[in-house]
């Protein structure tokens, strides 16, 4: 029997063949070859570890298998974040910055502002987490300033399905950013 071990967070990717519950051969991506338990084991291990074609297919399951399904797996907990400009009349401050994330689950996310490093506090509005009708959520946040020239400005977004946060930086020269 053949069987497939993935760790997202440090990205290791294992096959292991399992003979009455116990391994007698393990390809580990940290080790880069296979290693023997068992007699039987050891003898075909070292064969394979032989075969150049073998070794290099495996070595490449960590990106082929384990890195393109951490992807797929994360962007269905939350996808797309983006950061916009809004027109507004009648504002206090003259520009407003969007920062949306359209489709997250679950419930429970963290937008935050950032001046120069500093978390912005003051000038924050922000929508519920509202429902999309398809288990998703969107959220859109708001921040109010006046513009700087040579100031970034980010939006940070914190959700159970990221590793780390999405910081988006504002590029002031285009008109819609991403
Ligand atoms: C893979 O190999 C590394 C380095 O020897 C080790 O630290 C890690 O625990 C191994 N992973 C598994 C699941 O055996």
């Excluded at 084991?41 to 074609?53: E, F, H, P, Q, R």
């Excluded at 780390?164 to 285009?174: E, F, R, V, Y």
Aim: hydrophobic residues 35%; proline residues 4%; aromatic residues 12%.
């Amino acid at each position: 029997m053949k069987s497939s071990y993935i760790s997202v967070i440090d990205m290791v990717f294992v096959d292991n063949y399992i003979f009455n519950k116990d391994v007698y051969i393990q390809f580990n991506s940290t080790v880069g070859e296979y290693v023997g338990y068992t007699a039987h084991g050891v003898y075909n291990a070292d064969l394979w570890n032989k075969d150049t074609n073998i070794l290099q297919q495996e070595r490449a399951e960590v990106d082929r298998y384990c890195k393109h399904n951490a992807e797929l797996y994360q962007s269905i907990l939350i996808s797309p974040v983006k950061l916009s400009s809004v027109t507004q009349a009648g504002g206090r401050h003259p520009a407003v910055l969007m920062c949306s994330a359209y489709r997250f689950y679950p419930h429970g996310i963290k937008v935050s502002w950032m001046r120069d490093g500093a978390v912005v506090k003051t000038d924050v509005t922000s929508t519920e987490e509202m429902p999309n009708g398809d288990w998703y959520y969107q959220i859109h946040s708001h921040l109010e300033y006046t513009p700087k020239s040579g100031e970034k400005i980010s939006c940070a977004v914190d959700h159970a399905g990221l590793t780390k946060p999405i910081i988006i930086d504002w590029d002031p020269s285009l008109p819609e950013s991403e």
